[in-house]
């Protein structure tokens, strides 16, 4: 059990341990509703939020500063979720409190007949975020296993093939200083259906739902099993995945923020130092 | 005078029409160290950035929201200043305060080797925003007659052939229902010679400061002149420049801020209505 060393932190148990899916993990075993390794509800979590947030803030400019000399580190949020998981929300109230110019961000949908054309990693690769950069995945190449094995989009031979793939490319990705935090945003079949409800009846919400979520629902059990698969073929590698009880949404943001937090601390990136006189430069400028 | 109905807002005169570049403008008349239409100073500015925002966050919801179905609506902000001016600032305090997630933000180094063997507005196009988006420039197609003409890398010639250019692309966005919002920041000379100083006295800072800034600030006069010549040829079109005065950091956040937000209001994004059946969808979750 790690302690944190941050003031004020409301971690008891570092999530980075707990969420992680090792071996014997068992996804129908987890509570969605549980809030494990925190200490306190809502308003802690959101105070939380806000402290932490510094940190990350402060951590992402320093990975940004070192790219600028040499450093090649980089970070990747992979963000995999049945809808209304709160991928979005993640996306807005963790990611969003950082400086947006290092920040790159991908939603994948549905492919478009030029990537299907293409290796599934084609237009995955593309995106890969550059060295001093945190790479945002709003879903990921793992649809490609996911919706595809539930709705037999490739066949069993072709996802066994898949795994490999992302097994071998998640490797070259964390040999070349990307550090990967998978996360899966984990909510109970009845906690989806409370939400989807709330967007059926509010009007300012009615765009974020399409019919197309109540089919992907009627597949429930396939999509949990495609997820255990997918955990047990690809959590032993280069990068480890981490569940997160996502039924109280205060919980999924500040675990995945430490997440990150974890990921940079890792890094310990360093202000680079100059590479250039620096009293030649201040008498440059003082003669201008 | 368009007085701002938004409660608590600290402007007194609107922005838009304060700072807009119009006929007879002159750039070296404009005092960089002035707060222009804003009751109050610096702390009355943090304030006010913070309580704008909510209200910006919500329109952007808005303008995402109304393109799922069929606006075409999209805003595009257009930053241009001379070193050390603060347009990382607005983009992380002013931009950072919406949801990532409809934001696309560009910001353009010089160009590449493949890049120059294109039309200077071939990569500009590239990152035009999609409907439902506030689009970013970080520097823009307008590099193209500032850098370029104070440093020789275009003719006369060719340097009004792009202003024509320029102002035929920008009608055409707009055409298509982008909101084009042109800003200069602008700063006096010493308050950039304090700048970079502060950039050379401090090792966190270093990784931003570059010998070349001090070569571009022997060039000031050259420029103020390429930026005059820049107002008098593309404002009289489709999208007005605006000249922010930017030595008061937090005045050339709110201002940037608020013509953002008078875009947003022009536009009205309105939530689209469900382009499905509403009972339907809610018996058929009610049956899962």
Same mark, same amino acid.
């Given at each position: 059990?790690?302690?944190?060393?941050?003031?004020?932190?409301?971690?008891?148990?570092?999530?980075?341990?707990?969420?992680?899916?090792?071996?014997?993990?068992?996804? %129908?075993?987890?509570?969605?509703?549980?809030?494990?390794?925190?200490?306190?509800?809502?308003? @802690?979590?959101?105070?939380?939020?806000?402290? %932490?947030?510094?940190?990350?803030?402060?951590?992402?400019?320093?990975?940004?500063?070192?790219?600028?000399?040499?450093?090649?580190?980089?970070?990747?949020?992979?963000?995999? %979720?049945?809808?209304?998981?709160?991928?979005?929300?993640?996306?807005?109230?963790?990611?969003? @409190?950082?400086?947006?110019?290092?920040?790159?961000?991908?939603?994948?949908?549905?492919?478009? #007949?030029?990537?299907?054309?293409?290796? /599934?990693?084609?237009?995955?690769?593309?995106?890969?975020?550059?060295?001093?950069?945190?790479?945002?995945?709003?879903?990921?190449?793992?649809?490609?296993?996911?919706?595809?094995?539930?709705?037999?989009?490739?066949?069993?031979?072709?996802?066994?093939?898949?795994?490999?793939?992302?097994?071998? /490319?998640?490797?070259?990705?964390?040999?070349?200083?990307?550090?990967?935090?998978?996360?899966?945003?984990?909510?109970?079949?009845?906690?989806?259906?409370?939400?989807?409800? #709330?967007?059926?009846?509010?009007?300012?919400?009615?765009?974020? /739902?399409?019919?197309?979520?109540?089919?992907?629902?009627?597949?429930?059990?396939?999509?949990?099993?495609?997820?255990?698969?997918?955990?047990?073929?690809?959590?032993?590698?280069?990068?480890?995945?981490?569940?997160?009880?996502?039924?109280? #949404?205060?919980?999924?943001?500040? %675990?995945?923020?430490?997440?990150?937090?974890?990921?940079?601390?890792?890094?310990?990136?360093?202000?680079?130092?100059?590479?250039?006189?620096?009293?030649?430069?201040?008498?440059?400028?003082?003669?201008?």
């Amino acid at each position: 059990m790690k302690k944190q060393k941050d003031s004020g932190s409301g971690w008891a148990t570092d999530p980075s341990t707990l969420l992680r899916v090792g071996d014997d993990f068992v996804l %129908a075993d987890v509570d969605a509703n549980a809030s494990p390794g925190f200490n306190g509800g809502k308003a @802690s979590g959101k105070a939380e939020l806000k402290t %932490a947030a510094d940190e990350l803030s402060e951590k992402q400019e320093r990975l940004f500063a070192a790219s600028k000399v040499d450093a090649t580190d980089a970070v990747l949020l992979v963000l995999q %979720a049945m809808d209304t998981a709160g991928k979005g929300g993640i996306v807005r109230h963790v990611v969003g @409190s950082v400086d947006p110019q290092g920040v790159g961000l991908t939603a994948f949908k549905a492919p478009t #007949k030029a990537e299907l054309a293409h290796d /599934f990693l084609w237009r995955i690769r593309k995106a890969v975020p550059d060295p001093g950069m945190i790479g945002v995945f709003d879903r990921s190449h793992y649809e490609d296993v996911l919706i595809a094995r539930v709705r037999g989009l490739a066949d069993d031979t072709e996802i066994e093939r898949r795994y490999g793939a992302i097994l071998e /490319f998640e490797q070259e990705l964390v040999d070349r200083g990307i550090r990967i935090v998978k996360v899966m945003l984990h909510i109970s079949g009845d906690e989806q259906k409370a939400r989807l409800a #709330k967007r059926l009846d509010r009007p300012d919400k009615h765009w974020k /739902f399409n019919p197309g979520d109540i089919d992907e629902r009627q597949h429930w059990p396939a999509y949990q099993e495609a997820y255990q698969s997918v955990f047990e073929r690809t959590s032993g590698g280069a990068a480890p995945w981490h569940v997160v009880p996502a039924n109280k #949404k205060w919980y999924a943001r500040v %675990a995945v923020q430490r997440l990150l937090l974890n990921a940079l601390t890792e890094i310990d990136p360093q202000w680079p130092p100059a590479d250039f006189d620096v009293e030649e430069q201040k008498a440059r400028l003082a003669a201008t």
